[in-house]
């Protein structure tokens, strides 16, 4: 009997979702998202890169500022108005201080309850590697979290204003090849379908399927294949890590 996934908490009012890249969110959870803001949670963006890196034909200088309109627009979709960028070079972020320091900072200034990424771990399940940008920001938001509520590190952010927090409660990680968790993707599925095509420049060079063809069958497929272990109801599935 396959293992049934248990529904996301609902109890939390605001959350910061932190990822490397724009698309990041949209192929991860954005039906997960349109459900919660629908329900008038808070929900931030924050993410390392501008995605400047993404598209061979374009240079970073003139990729970044699209990549950017798209990601707000492809948010907006969801319900999300308040997307930030953190200006790490798109391919060749580092896990390290630096990172966790800024990631940190933002769970601070937002002050949420649910942080959620993408699958920091080297694969998507077995032999599909994952992306050392994805492994970083994956990896510094577990480890910021902590730091964000102790106030001997990073001081320097007391300094700023931005007062320890540890109100965090937990970590849901999207893309993981062991989720515990789910959400309802029903009510949400459509306007994630859209939120992707926002991406319409990036989908554009990545496939030579229609661009909507190619969202929808992506989303509503890895959607339905979750149902099973969700009692038969279209998921978006999650790694949850609770503090």
Known sequence: MTEQLEPMPTDWRRALAVVAHPDDLEYGCAAAVAG???EGRDITYLLATRGEAGIDMLEPERCAPLREQEQ??????????????????????????????????????????????LNHRDTWGGVAWNTPDHRAVGRATLDAVADAGNRWIFPELAEQGLDPWDGV??????????PTHAVDASAGLERSVQSLLAHRTYIEVLTDEDPEAYCRTFLTGNARASAERFGGRPAVTFELFAR
């Open 36 to 38: 919660w803001t629908d």
């Open 72 to 117: 707000r627009a492809s948010a907006a979709v969801v319900g999300v108005s308040r997307v930030e960028f953190l200006d790490h070079r798109d391919g060749v972020i580092e896990y390290g201080v630096g990172l966790r320091r800024d990631i940190a900072a933002a769970v601070r200034r937002h002050r949420p309850e649910l942080v959620i990424t």
């Open 169 to 178: 409660r937990w970590v849901a990680v999207a893309g993981s090849s062991t």
